[in-house]
């Protein structure tokens, strides 16, 4: 199954989270999952219309998502997923 | 009773201040380091309200039932899936400007104004919220509302009737005063005999700029608005409005306005320059005030830096109670007076960026 890894930006707001295995075929499912697991934190990674952050970052396998808006980056078996925290500020 | 604690909302997180004896002293820090943009105590449901803006991860709302010991974060208000601001703009609650109970008849009732100018309403004390579709399908929304200072319109003031839950108005910038007497199913536009100098047509009906619309407690007819364009009053619940700006002094732009909460001829503001200057005139911090109605303003500089200031004091960072009014400003000094502005104090010189100020009674 794929794995997720988060920012440790976020362990300030969910003390526990940890990496996650998921049963998912792209970003938008993926998402859906982890909301699953520590419920509210898909608000912290998308917006009102379910669109990722402007600056939040996630990352398939090593490369950026491209499709921000629906979030359909296909996900495979062994995907490493990262969810990460734009640098802003230097 | 007077209010003995002080709600700082600030860039750095929500600062309480609390009085003891004669003085004012530092009490805590929440969400240290956290952008909060507003912070509300509701004296009807005995509850804290935190509004916090990350920045990466969106805006989030807190709430606290046992006096800041213990913050839970509530799903803030959202917008309705496919909403659009204006076509090809997506609608994403970007700020939460304005929050506060809906009225003593309904207890769990609380209305909160955001950018982008959506006001949503929640009837269980927040566990849920609504997006009020007729003011948000307003026909002057998509073509006469815009953006003043922020990308897009928003609502910073909710001014309920004491004496009548459903009778409200809100302050938008960029759109004016809006009224409704039936809980938000029909809107009113208030805006007769306010002046947008920005705009080709300075008298239009919809596209004023009020920063902040307040009423006297007291006597709610009585209505005030620090504006773009100068200092506003109403007697008659805003079916029209009077210039009472100082035409050749300071009382003139800024973003803020204080009321008596019993006297309605007594408000104060907290000038700038002008718009494209965001300064103090001179460098020089003043607290203008009319006793009068707005027919005379006199200057409060007592205590305040005379020399090199470069406070600005954004719309929510005045607050008033009972003869002690407060603000905080934008270079982060906290200035109180307890004798209605005749003499101000310095309580901290050294605060984050001001966003708010409010006292409260605990």
New interface residues.
């Given amino acids: 199954m794929p794995t997720i890894q988060f920012t440790y930006a976020l362990k300030r707001f969910y003390p526990g989270i940890d990496k996650l295995e998921v049963q998912a075929a792209n970003v938008g499912e993926v998402v859906d999952l982890v909301e699953q697991h520590y419920p509210g934190l898909k608000a912290y990674l998308v917006d009102d219309q379910g669109s990722l952050r402007k600056h939040v970052n996630i990352f398939v396998d090593g490369s950026l998502i491209k499709d921000r808006i629906e979030l359909m980056d296909a996900v495979h078996e062994n995907s490493e997923v990262y969810i990460m925290q734009a640098l802003s500020g230097g | 009773m007077s209010k003995n604690l002080l709600f700082l909302s600030t860039r750095k997180g929500l600062i309480l201040y609390r009085k003891s004896s004669d003085s004012w002293n530092y009490h805590s820090t929440h969400f240290p380091g956290i952008p909060v943009t507003l912070s509300y105590i509701d004296k009807q449901t005995d509850t804290w309200w935190a509004c916090l803006d ?5 805006i ?1 709302l807190h709430k606290s039932i046992d006096q800041g010991n213990n913050w839970e ?1 509530v ?2 208000p ?2 309705p ?3 659009e601001v204006k076509e090809g703009v ?4 970007k700020y939460i400007w304005a929050f506060t109970n809906g009225g003593s008849a309904q207890n769990e009732k609380l209305l909160i104004g955001t950018i982008p100018g959506g006001l949503f309403s929640s009837m269980d004390n927040g566990k849920s919220f609504q997006l009020n579709e007729a003011l948000w399908n307003h026909p002057s929304r998509k073509e006469h509302w815009f953006g003043g200072g922020f990308d897009h319109p928003g609502i910073h003031s909710i001014v309920v009737d004491p004496r009548d839950s459903n009778h409200y108005y809100i302050g938008i910038s960029c759109a004016g005063v809006f009224e409704t007497k039936d809980n938000g199913q029909n809107w009113i536009v208030r805006n007769q005999g306010l002046r947008a100098d920005f705009l080709p047509d300075p008298y239009t009906e919809v596209g004023h700029d009020p920063h902040l619309l307040l009423a006297c407690p007291a006597v709610p007819e009585v209505m005030w608005q620090q504006n773009h364009c100068g200092v506003f009053r109403s007697t008659d619940g805003a079916k029209t409005w009077e210039d009472v700006s100082q035409k050749e002094g300071p009382a003139n732009f800024g973003f803020t306005i204080a009321v008596h909460e019993k006297n309605p001829e007594q408000a104060w503001v907290i000038p700038g320059i002008s718009d494209v200057i965001r300064t103090p005139i001179d460098q020089s911090l003043v607290v203008c005030r009319t006793s009068d109605g707005g027919k005379n303003w006199e200057e409060q500089r007592n205590g305040l830096p005379q020399k090199t200031s470069f406070d600005i004091v954004y719309r929510h960072a005045l607050d008033i109670s009972g003869n002690t009014l407060a603000f905080g400003t934008t270079t982060g000094n906290l200035f109180l007076s307890e004798n209605l502005g005749d003499h101000w104090t310095c309580i901290n010189h050294y605060l984050p960026m001001v966003h708010a100020v409010r006292f409260a009674q605990v």
Avoid at chain 2, 90 to 93: D, G, L, M, V
């Fill in positions: 990350h920045g990466h991860w969106g989030k974060e799903e803030a959202k917008y899936e496919g909403l997506p609608a994403i609650n």
